[in-house]
């Protein structure tokens, strides 16, 4: 049974849990971090997880530990577990998930020779459906990347990116679930608006927007292709694209996401 250490039950970590256990994997083969015992309570008693507050006792014997704390902590928190890795019989691999922190910095942070993958993921993990982007430091064996694969391929799709690319995949990938959120919320704003019930324009959107996502993934179709099936000739829904082309919504997801992979590679730089 792979041992798996989360440190830091915070979103991402509780994502990565939720699915890791919805897939199969026994929750009593994953321990969770906190500061706070009371969150790691939580998460014992929502998912069935050991729980400790003491990350070096939790990476004791563990074969992954996925990093799950903000992005400024992430440094001390390989360096504060590093000497109980290298006491560990088992050959421990350090998964980073932070935005920004590039893996030469973690591996000049823990004891030499220690194996750290860099990962970006993001929120719908919880559902299974997690994008998790996957750039492999030095140290790291084949049969570890193929671990680390397995586990991240249980939570949803792995892609191996060169790690100089990390910064645009956080932009279009782990925060991109929030751009679709903030869309959906408009809509049903826009809905209500209308003179619609705010249940109503909620099950229409949340339904549109699965519908849609499901297109996306499992249709074989561009984006553009099925946008245009939409699109009858002086249809109702040109009429609306327009008006969205009008008021800038393709400039705006450039500079949002210039913005992103700014403040990404930022934090890398704020150590
Ligand atoms: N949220 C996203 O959508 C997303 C997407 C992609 C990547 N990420 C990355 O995932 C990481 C976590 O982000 P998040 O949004 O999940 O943050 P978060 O909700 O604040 O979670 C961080 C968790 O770490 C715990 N923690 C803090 N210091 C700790 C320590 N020394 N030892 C053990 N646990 C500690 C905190 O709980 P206590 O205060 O109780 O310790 C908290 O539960 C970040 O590096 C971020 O860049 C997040």
Redesign the pocket.
């Known amino acids: 049974m792979t041992k798996i250490v989360v440190?830091?039950?915070?979103?991402?970590?509780?994502?990565l849990i939720s699915g890791l256990v919805n897939s199969g994997t026994d929750p009593q083969s994953i321990t969770v971090?906190?500061?706070?015992?009371?969150?790691?309570e939580e998460l014992r008693e929502r998912y069935g997880v050991r729980d400790l507050?003491d990350?070096r006792q939790a990476a004791e014997d563990a074969d992954v530990v996925f990093?799950?704390?903000?992005?400024y902590?992430?440094l001390?928190?390989v360096a504060?577990i590093s000497p109980a890795v290298e006491e560990n019989d088992v050959a421990t691999v350090l998964v980073?998930?932070?935005?920004?922190?590039p893996l030469g910095a973690m591996e000049d942070a823990v004891i030499a020779g220690t194996p750290v993958v860099r990962?970006?993921?993001?929120?719908p993990m919880l559902v299974g459906r997690g994008m998790n982007a996957i750039a492999v430091g030095r140290f790291v064996t084949p049969e570890q990347l193929a671990d680390v694969t397995e586990l991240l391929s249980s939570v949803g799709e792995v892609l191996p990116v060169a790690e100089s690319d990390m910064d645009a995949v956080?932009a279009l990938?782990?925060?991109s679930?929030?751009y679709f959120f903030l869309v959906a919320e408009a809509l049903i704003d826009a809905g209500v608006s209308l003179g619609l019930t705010r249940p109503v324009a909620e099950k229409l959107v949340t339904t549109s927007a699965a519908g849609a996502g499901a297109m996306l993934s499992e249709s074989g179709q561009d984006p553009a292709t099925l946008r245009a099936n939409v699109s009858s000739p002086a249809g109702t829904t040109v009429a609306a694209l327009r008006e969205l082309e009008v008021s800038g919504l393709r400039a705006a997801f450039f500079r949002a996401t210039e913005a992103c992979a700014k403040r990404s590679a930022e934090?890398g730089e704020l150590r």
């Open positions: 440190l830091g039950g915070g979103k991402i970590g509780e994502a971090t906190n500061r706070r015992p009371e969150r790691g507050t990350n990093l799950c704390v903000k992005p902590m992430i001390d928190a504060e980073s998930m932070a935005a920004g922190v990962v970006m993921p993001n929120t956080t990938a782990g925060s679930p929030a934090l």
